[in-house]
């Protein structure tokens, strides 16, 4: 599929994808969401793409929801409409892992896509922001919730009610971003943990994912009972014996996702 507001490639099994509008920083826009929740989806059923990494631009990884889109809209066109809900439901539904590689703006619906990702890289010009008190309305997929999990009730309550942007270094001593690193050396960094993913057991992977996103839903009990259920379950793959034998046998393993 011919994307225009993204920019798709894939290499050695990671797909990186690159928000396209520079015009607006890569504000969303309804076309942008459903052509990166379309993309996404096409990812999780090519078998060629073990990990993915959604990028912006230098200057700004997404500025927010567009705004010049919204302006117009009743309550009843967004509740109606159900604003953001379909894209948002089926990035979530993505199960192969997903970074964002952050630099400059990610703002709004910027820095909550990015929190829909499984984790955060970012350069050392990112800001984060959940600005949208100054629109006169509040975020709307994820940054009074995502947030706030993330980096608990002080900041989350900071940054939605007055505005007010996180640099690098504050998302990282706060859990939001993993990891930080020069602008010139954020796609990099991200590809290559995309690429030490892609080298892992893809069930495994899943798992890992499934596991840490249920953190966030369930009990601790129920977390820990599904988690070490897991656990128990991947001794039924080839990949288990295969992983253990090579490390016992001093040698690379070579997993077969099975
Ligand atoms: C539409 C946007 C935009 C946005 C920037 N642009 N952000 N267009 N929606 N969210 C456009 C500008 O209008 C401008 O277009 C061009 O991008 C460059 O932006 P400038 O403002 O000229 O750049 P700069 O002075 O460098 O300021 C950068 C900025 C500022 C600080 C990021 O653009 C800004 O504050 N943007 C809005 C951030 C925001 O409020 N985000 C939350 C949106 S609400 P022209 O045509 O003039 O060149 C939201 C709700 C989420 O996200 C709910 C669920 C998804």
């Known amino acids: 599929m011919a994307y225009e507001t993204i920019i798709l490639d894939v290499d050695n099994h990671v797909a990186l994808v690159t928000l396209n509008r520079p015009d607006a920083l890569n ?19 090519n078998d060629k793409v073990r990990a993915i990494v959604i990028t912006g631009s230098e200057k700004a990884f997404a500025a927010g929801a567009d705004i010049a889109m919204m302006k117009d809209k009743s309550f009843v066109d967004a509740f109606s409409g159900d604003l953001f809900t379909a894209e948002t439901d089926q990035i979530m539904r993505v199960r192969k ?18 929190m829909m990702c499984d984790f ?32 608990g009730k002080s900041k989350a309550m900071d940054m939605n009610l007055t505005g007010r942007f996180m640099d ?16 010139k050396k954020l796609i990099e960094e991200a590809l290559g943990a995309a690429q030490k993913i892609a080298e892992k057991s893809m069930v495994s992977v899943m798992v890992v994912k499934e596991a840490v996103n249920r953190a966030y839903e369930v009990p601790l009990r129920e977390g820990l009972l599904f988690e070490r259920r897991m656990f128990h379950s991947l001794f039924a793959t080839e990949d288990q014996s295969e992983g253990m034998g090579a490390f016992l046998e001093k040698r690379e393993a070579q997993f077969r996702d099975r």
Do not use: H, M, W
């Not at 997903?98 to 990015?114: D, N, R, T």
């Open 97 to 114: 892992p997903i970074i964002a590689a952050v630099s400059g703006y990610a703002l709004g619906g910027g820095c909550e896509l990015a």
């Open 168 to 183: 690098a270094d504050e998302a990282e001593r706060s859990g939001l971003a993993s990891r930080v690193v020069p602008v």
């Open 27 to 45: 504000a969303l826009n309804d076309q942008l969401l459903s052509e990166l929740a379309a993309c996404l989806t096409a990812c999780q059923e």
């Open 120 to 151: 955060i890289i970012c350069s050392e010009s990112a800001k984060f922001g959940q600005p949208e008190i100054n629109l006169g309305v509040v975020a709307g997929i994820g940054g009074t919730q995502r947030l706030t999990r993330i980096v």
